[in-house]
């Protein structure tokens, strides 16, 4: 090889390495790069993390919430006070009790009270304390329309929702839901405490949030466990409908509350009120699931001696039921 040649070659090693060096730089400044952009995302995602993350207050009267939690009514007047105001008669107390005995106990039981008795928000309260306090984790409520159902949901949804004094004692349960700022969706992906809630607001059901009550609160409020609320389902249905195969993931209702089963129209139509009460017997009755008959308490007003209502609440035709009936007081 000539001196020429052997000069060319060795240039064109240079060249080439040359070439190489500014291809490994290129690559370097390519990494940097990427890699501020990897970091720069991982920082946005940690911030909307944080954003979702719900950071649970501690309760505002921990007495007060554990004196109210022992006592329903006491609990009833002092976070709706709108609803129960006065001195509790002892009518209303029987249809409270109706309800929590039957989602402690089983059973069915049928009581039939006067109009303006509040019975609907008596249903609509009860569920919320019954679901917060691990009585209830799937109360399933039976109106006598799609529309009716539809509302109950929407007023049990007003209280977690709005009721400032029952947030303020339940921040575990009401912080979650407080936090969704009516957009559903963000449920999906909420958090609290770094942990997923697991909450869902649906249309026609909820399932409260799951949260570990923090390890600083007050020891008889269970600190390091589940809130008691945790993962509970409420939902309505209508009775003018048939009923069949209510699931949330694997749970079942474990009680159902009728509220008024029927509409004037029904009421004088025997067609209705048979359909109503095959709905009753066999499609409420059997949510639990196989081989498990559900408890059922029915709050209702007798709109006539033939009526659906009347029927339940006669013991010598429904002796299961226990049937009551209340008279007006005036």
Request: proline share 5%.
């Amino acid at each position: 090889m000539t001196l020429q040649a052997e000069i060319q070659k060795r240039q064109q090693a240079v060249s080439d390495l040359k070439r190489q060096v500014e291809q490994i730089t290129a690559l370097a400044g390519d990494d940097k790069k990427a890699g501020i952009r990897v970091a720069d995302a991982l920082r946005k995602r940690k911030i909307r993390a944080s954003l979702k993350d719900v950071k649970i207050r501690d309760p505002a009267d921990v007495e007060r919430r554990l004196a109210n939690s022992a006592d329903i009514y006491a609990f009833l007047s002092c976070y709706f006070p709108d609803v129960f105001w006065g001195d509790w008669t002892e009518q209303r107390r029987e249809m409270v009790a109706a309800i929590l005995n039957a989602a402690r106990y089983g059973g069915d039981q049928a009581i039939a009270a006067p109009r303006g008795e509040g019975k609907t928000s008596i249903v609509q309260c009860v569920t919320i304390y019954c679901v917060m306090h691990g009585i209830l984790s799937f109360p399933l409520i039976a109106a006598a329309t799609g529309p009716n159902a539809e509302q109950i949901l929407a007023n049990i949804k007003y209280q977690l929702e709005r009721n400032q004094a029952l947030a303020d004692d339940y921040p575990e349960i009401c912080d979650p839901i407080l936090a969704l700022d009516g957009t559903a969706q963000r449920g999906a992906t909420q958090t609290a405490n770094g942990k997923r809630t697991f909450l869902k607001w649906a249309q026609d059901y909820i399932v409260l949030p799951t949260v570990r009550v923090p390890d600083h609160w007050d020891p008889r409020l269970r600190p390091g466990q589940p809130s008691l609320g945790s993962g509970a389902v409420i939902t309505t249905r209508g009775l003018d409908s048939a009923i069949r195969g209510v699931l949330v993931g694997t749970k079942r209702p474990d009680l159902v509350i009728i509220d008024d089963p029927e509409t004037r129209d029904s009421a004088r139509s025997g067609v209705q009120t048979d359909l109503r009460a095959r709905t009753i017997e066999a499609d409420l009755a059997g949510l639990g699931g196989p081989g498990k008959r559900l408890a059922r308490v029915m709050l209702t007003t007798t709109m006539s001696s033939y009526s659906l209502s009347a029927t339940y609440i006669d013991r010598a035709r429904k002796p299961s039921w226990k049937g009551r009936r209340m008279q007006f007081i005036t």
